[in-house]
């Protein structure tokens, strides 16, 4: 499902140099969390899956897209994955269940199937009291649950998230991962960028990002 061969990422002209011989191979269904210290490259790791940047050498493919060069429909391509970031990225003047709704606009779906999906999403993470809020009025927790049912939304084969956990309670941890194992059951692909050890510890797989490259922990 996600393969990446030589990943190098540098900056400032190759002066600063934040990923190095990267490697990285998830299989369908796998779950991998990468932890690191801040600063260590991991979030820039999950924008170059995500073509959210370009990698200064190596190669990288997801879900069968080619993303070591630029892609033609990168618009297209990010439908087709789930993007959790890492400050939620929710627009304030929009309930939450629009805000969920968002990531369905240019698909099949008519707008009753958005709207009853982003409803079915929330309820699913508990948040089924909160579909008419706007950010402003969530807690941090709960935007980063809304966040979640966004990048869940078109029932993407892979979900890359950064820290989607970072604002949540033992409860609300319990309830994202309860949906999770149940897509992950039906195919879901994660790579989640965690601190938190407790979550790192529920993946299938644990890697560290230490001074640009990447290892088992």
Do not use: W
Not at 4 to 33: M, W
Not at 34 to 60: E, M, N, Y
């Amino acid at each position: 499902m996600i393969e990446a061969v030589g990943l190098r990422k540098t900056y400032d002209h190759g002066r600063v140099e934040v990923l190095r011989d990267v490697h990285l191979t998830v299989e369908p269904g796998e779950f991998v969390a990468i932890s690191g210290a801040s600063g260590s490259g991991k979030s820039t790791l999950l924008h170059l899956l995500a073509a959210l940047d370009r990698p200064t050498a190596g190669t990288v493919r997801v879900n069968g897209h080619d993303l070591s060069g630029r892609v033609h429909d990168v618009n297209g391509y990010r439908r087709r994955i789930g993007l959790v970031f890492q400050l939620h990225n929710l627009l304030p003047h929009l309930a939450a269940a629009r805000n969920v709704e968002l990531a369905m606009f240019g698909t099949h779906h008519s707008p009753s199937e958005r709207a009853q999906r982003a409803v079915a999403l929330l309820d699913d993470l508990q948040l089924g009291y909160a579909v008419h809020r706007s950010p402003a009025r969530l807690s941090g927790g709960e935007r980063q649950r809304v966040a979640i049912a966004r990048a869940l939304a078109n029932e993407p084969k892979v979900l890359l998230a950064d820290e989607p956990t970072g604002s949540l309670d033992a409860g609300s941890i319990e309830v994202v991962f309860e949906l999770f194992d149940s897509l992950r059951a039906k195919g879901l692909t994660i790579v989640m960028v965690t601190h938190d050890s407790a979550v790192a510890a529920r993946a299938d797989r644990q890697l560290t990002l230490n001074q640009g490259t990447l290892a088992r922990t």
